[in-house]
């Protein structure tokens, strides 16, 4: 039982404020353990309550068994690092606890929403439309195949497929969660079609409009293309302005997958890329990935307004959506979730506290990262640079002896790497076989010494390596 809740608030506050100052100085990101190892850790749950002394110390064991993912080596995810504002608007929002269906239950919070959603657009060029707060980019990506279902058939929602036999249409460089929609939509994954990338991981337009007339040959409904901009692996962004032209072409709805590439929104060097977006009748968008705000702060947008109301509609209005003089401005019918999270606080805050300009200078500084360690390792005959556009730059490891495979080597190297856990960088491997380290620099705390540091780290677990197999 806590005896003085004050002073149990004091200590929380405390044991956090610790681990935020440690996690940026620790000479690790994460100790490996085994789940059996952390299962002992954990004593069962008990019959009586823990003292705040006993759960402070848990809460400070949980911590140091966890991944540090704000500390500036950790590289392996589309994450990282930390924000004091953006962390402020995280806590009040679990605090203020209200869900984001109502207005009445969430007034400010909705506004705000509404605020972020409405810049956005705009900053997108849309001169109209609407969005919504989601719980990730891979629920924005679902959200938009509903759209085009709606947009293509409205009953469908109420009377189920019928002998419709839809298609939909991404590069082979999307993101899986399009295959996870295709799924719980009820498409079917086998209706998801990937189109060819090129050798950069971009669509090619020509074999999606090949594609899409041989599938209308054939009988099928294509109803909405998937565009990427930020491919997971490879950075790449797919020619947005030609796919628009092919969906106009023969009235598809036209998607945008920006979950990672729309951070360049906030570039002035790489906005560039963006081109064409505002032709998109939705687009994926996740502050969390380049803004520095905690998971989860993802957005879908679109330039329809009201098609989100249509394919959302449906139940609650007996005991949550009553008529009341503010009722239009309740998000809840416009969304899959019933209980919403307001995740608009934490990139209000983190606007609000560095302005749009801190946040252009925060993105230009992820760039100069990624130039920075595209440089050194093309520069460094033990590396072989695949591919690095954006924020994703894909290398491997030489053995000093060349006697081992490529691929081979730097996976026992990251394996390695993981292990030691000074840094944090994940892999990925092509259809061809190859493997190499997937460097992504979404971590705002992240130096060009890191980066240094980074690479010398994996040379050292490479030579370690390498001695031990002679
Ligand atoms: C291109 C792309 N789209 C969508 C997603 C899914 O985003 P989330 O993790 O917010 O669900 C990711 C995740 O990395 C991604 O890289």
């Not at 006993?54 to 924000?83: C, R, Y």
């Not at 060819?196 to 599938?215: H, T, V």
């Not at 061809?432 to 979404?442: A, N, S």
Request: hydrophobic share 40%.
């Amino acid at each position: 039982m806590l005896h003085s809740k004050e002073h149990f608030l004091n200590d929380v506050f405390l044991t956090l404020q610790k681990y935020i100052k440690q996690s940026a100085e620790n000479d690790f990101v994460v100790k490996v353990s085994h789940p059996e190892k952390l299962k002992k850790i954990l004593p069962a749950l008990n019959e009586e309550g823990l003292n705040s002394e006993q759960v402070v110390d848990e809460l400070k064991t949980i911590l140091d068994h966890s991944v540090q993912t704000i500390h500036p080596m950790f590289l392996n995810q589309l994450f990282g690092g930390f924000d004091e504002a953006a962390w402020a608007g995280e806590i009040a929002s679990s605090l203020l606890n209200p869900t984001m269906a109502t207005f009445e239950i969430a007034p400010i919070l909705t506004v705000i929403e509404k605020r972020l959603v409405n810049e956005i657009l705009e900053m997108m060029g849309f001169e109209r439309g609407e969005g919504i707060m989601v719980t990730g980019g891979s629920n924005s990506n679902l959200v938009a195949m509903l759209c085009a279902r709606t947009e293509y058939s409205p009953s469908i929602r109420q009377t189920g497929f019928g002998h419709n036999r839809f298609r939909i249409y991404v590069s082979e460089e999307a993101h899986y969660s399009f295959d996870k929609a295709a799924n719980i939509t009820g498409i079917g994954t086998q209706n998801l079609i990937q189109v060819p990338a090129n050798d950069q991981g971009e669509m090619i337009p020509e074999e999606l409009e090949r594609i899409i007339k041989a599938d209308l040959n054939d009988g099928y409904t294509p109803i909405m293309v998937g565009a990427t901009l930020g491919t997971t692996v490879m950075g790449a962004f797919d020619p947005l302005v030609k796919v628009a032209k092919i969906c106009e072409t023969y009235k598809i709805w036209f998607h945008v997958d920006a979950a990672w590439g729309g951070g360049a929104l906030f570039s002035k060097s790489k906005r560039h890329l963006l081109k064409g977006i505002h032709l998109a009748d939705s687009v994926t968008f996740d502050a969390h990935k380049t803004l520095g705000t905690p998971l989860i702060t993802s957005f879908f947008l679109t330039k329809h307004a009201g098609i989100l109301k249509d394919t959302n509609r449906g139940g609650g209005a007996e005991y949550l959506f009553h008529e009341y003089d503010n009722s239009e401005w309740d998000t809840g019918t416009y969304s899959l979730q019933c209980g919403r999270r307001a995740d608009a606080l934490k990139l209000w805050l983190l606007w609000r506290a560095h302005g749009t300009e801190g946040l252009i200078e925060r993105t230009e500084h992820l760039l100069s990262l990624a130039d920075f360690a595209t440089k050194e390792i093309s520069e460094n005959s033990r590396f072989k640079l695949i591919h690095s556009h954006y924020l994703n730059v894909c290398f491997q490891v030489h053995a000093r002896h060349d006697q081992e495979n490529i691929n081979a080597f730097t996976l026992r190297v990251r394996k390695a790497l993981v292990k030691e856990g000074r840094a944090l960088v994940n892999y990925a491997q092509r259809a061809d076989g190859t493997i190499f380290f997937r460097l992504v620099l979404p971590n705002h705390q992240t130096q060009k010494s890191h980066i240094s540091e980074l690479l010398k780290i994996i040379l050292e677990t490479a030579d370690r390596l390498d001695i031990l197999n002679r």
